[in-house]
């Protein structure tokens, strides 16, 4: 298995239409956002990444909603999301839109995530399946350099099992995009139910909801009862 802290930087796409189907890629993702953002309440969301910004995210109960990543557009706060600058326990819901993709240190993200989140915090994340048409292309000598061909690629349980390290559980799995992502169009619609049926392990897209829970530092001790000896009255001598 390969390493997943790297040193060399990866490129990361400022915007969805630089991935090829970007359109219909983000219009996939939003659609799951819709369903699932509305089980998380709270103060404060943080989207990290330019893909994460350009997401919708008004079907959250959560207003304020802080785009972060080191440039770009819609950024509303420069930071490095290995290195995120906020308090233990302050946000309430971090959406990463394929940015364990495109990352040096995926690890090191996700413990910043799990240190800024509260202790019931939501985390979304969506990524590429290298165990996909898309993952194959990779091998491909001519698409090794052009996007999302050049990404990391982590399989979806490879990442739930850091999510589970981290004291996350997930709650919802979703597998998408049943194409190889060359082709002008997607896969018809009839392809995808098969595929998430048949083939669901080999989708090329993945949207994983988890929740972070932590124990209580110190157990809940059970309270015994002491049954108190009832005294027998003497007997009175007549």
């Excluded at 930087?9 to 996939?28: N, T, Y």
């Excluded at 590429?128 to 993952?135: A, C, D, K, T, V």
Aim: charged letters at 20%.
């Amino acid at each position: 298995m390969k390493p997943a802290k790297i040193r060399e930087v990866i490129a990361s796409p400022d915007f969805w239409q630089e991935l090829p189907l970007g359109d219909w890629l983000m219009e996939q993702q939003q659609s799951l956002l819709d369903q699932h953002l509305p089980v998380a309440f709270g103060y404060h969301m943080l989207k990290l990444g330019n893909l994460s910004a350009q997401l919708n995210c008004h079907a959250s109960m959560i207003r304020h909603q802080l785009n972060v990543a080191k440039q770009g557009h819609l950024i509303g706060l420069r930071a490095h999301p290995e290195q995120l600058p906020f308090q233990e326990s302050s946000i309430d819901l971090c959406l990463l839109a394929h940015s364990l993709d495109f990352s040096k240190d995926p690890h090191q993200i996700l413990r910043e995530v799990e240190r800024v989140l509260t202790a019931d915090g939501y985390l979304i994340i969506s990524g590429f399946n290298p165990f996909s048409l898309l993952g194959m292309r990779r091998y491909f000598p001519f698409r090794k350099r052009g996007m999302p061909w050049s990404c990391r690629m982590f399989t979806p349980a490879r990442v739930k099992d850091w999510l589970n390290l981290l004291g996350f559980e997930v709650l919802n799995d979703e597998r998408f995009a049943y194409t190889s992502f060359v082709n002008s169009r997607p896969a018809p619609q009839w392809f995808e139910r098969w595929g998430k049926r048949y083939f669901r392990a080999t989708a090329s897209a993945y949207f994983i909801v988890a929740r972070k829970r932590r124990a209580p530092l110190t157990p809940v001790k059970k309270a015994w009862r002491v049954k108190q000896r009832i005294p027998v009255p003497s007997s009175i001598s007549g």
